[in-house]
């Protein structure tokens, strides 16, 4: 979805180094998400925000720190990056809207940033 | 944890219906349930959410029996263009408490043949 962009689309670092990935949306959400995909597993969710206050770990938050610096902005650092985080990363927003006894939550991802750590 | 389990693969010939079940024995009351699809190198793009009985849209109905431990994705008359992998995503989405057990788990890849 073109509302929600990613920079770097593409990166090589080496072991050690610090990186971040940064992750944009004009959606107006409040809900951003990372994830990482490897393959073979899915899509694993790394940190989450539900508001510019709000910072939740996820499943796979070892090694990874988050940042929500605006509504529209919510970025990834790997304070020291290893191999095993190679992998292919998206961040997402949503906007959540009760209605009645449902709800309705619809996630919009961003096109991927593949990282390789060398 | 609402663990979700889903056939890795299935292939349908072009106009066929294709119907996709997910397991969650473990689902919780406050759980909703959730498919998504995927294309190669894309992010997945949302299909379709319920929570109980039967949902259609433009794309796809979900049927959700009496005791929501399982659900099944049905896509009428696919086309080569469904070539994708699904997933299935159960858990409590409606406050950040509740979403950090939701899980996408591995989907499954559906191969559309002419």
Known sequence: ?118 | LAKTTQPISMDSYEGQEVNITCSHNNIATNDYITWYQQFPSQGPRFIIQGYKTKVTNEVASLFIPADRKSSTLSLPRVSLSDTAVYYCLVGDIRNSGGYQKVTFGIGTKLQVIP
């Open chain 1, 1 to 118: 979805d073109a509302d929600v962009t990613q920079t770097p689309r593409n990166r090589i670092t080496k072991t050690g180094k610090r990186i971040m990935l940064e992750c944009s949306q004009t959606k107006g959400h409040d809900r951003m998400y990372w994830y990482r995909q490897d393959p073979g597993l899915g899509l694993r969710l790394i940190y989450y925000s539900f508001d510019v206050k709000d910072i939740n770990k996820g499943e796979i938050s070892d090694g990874y720190s988050v940042s929500r610096q605006a509504q529209a902005k919510f970025s990834l650092s790997l304070e020291s990056a290893i191999p095993n985080q190679t992998a292919l990363y998206f961040c997402a927003t949503s906007a959540a809207t009760p209605a009645g006894i449902s709800f309705q939550e619809t996630q919009y991802f961003g096109p991927g940033t593949r990282l390789l750590v060398l």
